[in-house]
């Protein structure tokens, strides 16, 4: 799989020469919604925590990124999230590349 995507100038600064590389793995959160009925209870926060914990802790992946494509009325969800745009080459698209580096993550 080829996650050459991941590799702008942005995660330049994150890493140290030795350390940057092309590409870096990560996990994308495909299909994410909760029901209606559980809207505005802070039920979908819980589960991206979850997500994030489950992967920064017990990963056996070696995935370092969480990524996901965010739909425009879903982006303000997911920086409250933490997740941080790619680039600011789809700004305008309907959907919106997001990472959240899970180094980031704290007990």
Partial sequence: MDFSFLA????SRRFNNR???KSYPSVKI?????????????FGSLLIKFIK???AFYNQT??????????YEAIPFYQKNGFIPLNEADVNDKT???YFDLNDVSD
């Fill in 30 to 42: 495909g299909r994410f919604a909760v029901s209606k009925c559980m809207k505005g209870k802070n």
């Fill in 8 to 11: 702008p100038y942005r995660f």
């Fill in 62 to 71: 070696g995935c370092r990124f969480l990524t996901v494509d965010a739909y």
């Fill in 96 to 98: 919106r590349l997001l």
């Fill in 19 to 21: 350390k940057r590389l």
């Fill in 53 to 55: 914990t489950f992967f």
